[in-house]
């Protein structure tokens, strides 16, 4: 380590409802549009209980499966696909997202989405994959699925839903979500 | 049974000094982390695609008044007027340039706008306590707003949490996402508070608190707080205090 010290993270706390969501954060393409598919589930603790002071982001390719370089998130035109949205979860811990389905980064891999999990009582933000579930053989020959256990490599796949996908975050308990830490030493 | 401040301040007493320079997920001082906090550590692995970069924010997500937080209404809100500004850095120590910086907190009174705030001390009418802003070039930021008060929370008995700024950061590769707290220089609650002290490494926990800083201080106008991040992201260590 030869850069500067980390600065540490702190629970979001219950008092950010007013300040982190914002109208459109969860509606990356409007329903309507060709292509729209919804991404929702659930953030539940571990007691199976919904978690109603979460905030979910996701992070993703187009459908070109390249990284977006689109601004306008915070106030979205309508048109332009930013690949990054916010939603707060409801009082039963549901959130939802509308959004395009993510194309793998490379020919032949898996796709998914990045997704990032802040709560209070979660003392520091969680980083996970979201995993499409519709080429089995992409999602076979994928490394960071192939490394994990057969009893929790599927809490990173997510169902097949209503008008898209399905997905819990499990922050504890027997189908806990695989979190992830993404190792040093690349460039970004 | 409600757990009393010394009984918190005991459990806080036998975790502290422990290595990891983020707060420990398993943190039991901190009661509503109990449910919410992962069993298994964190799986380590190789980015890729998405998560070797970070969405984008322009002038058109934000305006240059959103960081000011204290011209948001008719009127000026009350308290002690202050800059809080400082430079994101990434773990290499290079400017983390033109990204979101978002901020949030009490008022002077350490009361939050939010409804489920019911602590009995005054809402400002003139105060919302939210900012945003983008860095510049060399990864600087800058709020003008009011210094927030403490403010109770019913993690125990007479809990007080130390005056603080919510933030919120992006930098260049998704593990850069940062949600954090900033204190300010000497609150006697500090050792009190399980929040800050679920950073047990003492060096850690000193860089979530700003310095006072002479040079950001305005004649006849308002105090100054330069605070500097370091999104490190990608951390050398794996989870700590997960339970097991
Ligand atoms: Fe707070």
Known sequence: MSGPEGTPGQTVGPFFGYALPYPGGDTLVPPGRDGAIRLAGRVVDGAGAGVPDALVEVWQAGPTGAVVREPGSLRRDGWSFTGWGRAATDPTGAYSFTTLRPAPAVAGGPAWFAVAVVARGLLDRLLTRVYLPDDPDALAGDRLLSSLPDGRRSTLIARPGPDGYRFDVVLQGDRETVFLQHRPGHPG | ?244
């Open chain 2, 1 to 244: 049974m409600i757990p009393t401040q010394r009984e918190i301040s005991d459990e806080i007493a036998s975790l502290d000094g422990a290595a990891g320079a983020q707060p420990r997920l398993d943190y039991p001082p901190y009661r509503s982390s109990a449910l919410r906090h992962p069993r298994h550590p964190a799986v380590v692995l190789d980015p890729e695609g998405v998560e070797l970069a970070s969405p984008v924010f322009g002038p058109r997500d934000v305006g240059e008044l959103d960081a000011d937080l204290t011209i948001q209404h008719r009127g000026e809100p009350l308290g002690e007027r202050m800059i809080v500004t400082g430079r994101v850095l990434d773990g290499r120590g290079r400017a983390v340039a033109g990204q979101l910086v978002e901020v949030w907190q009490a008022n002077a009174a350490g009361r939050y706008i939010h409804q489920r705030d019911q602590h009995p001390a005054p809402l400002d009418p003139n105060f919302t306590g939210t900012g945003r802003c983008l860095t510049g070039p060399d990864g600087s930021y800058r709020f003008v707003t009011v210094k927030p008060g403490p403010y109770p929370w019913r993690n125990h008995r007479n809990a007080w949490r130390p005056a603080h700024i919510h933030f919120s950061l992006f930098g260049t590769a998704f593990a850069q996402r940062l949600v954090t707290q900033m204190y300010f220089p000497g609150d006697p609650l500090f050792p009190l508070d399980p929040i800050l002290q679920s950073v047990t490494d003492p060096a850690a926990r000193a860089r979530l608190i700003a310095a006072y800083d002479h040079d950001v201080t305005q004649e006849e106008w308002c105090t100054g707080y330069r605070w500097d991040i370091v999104l490190s992201g990608p951390a050398p260590t794996v989870f700590e205090g997960t339970g097991r």
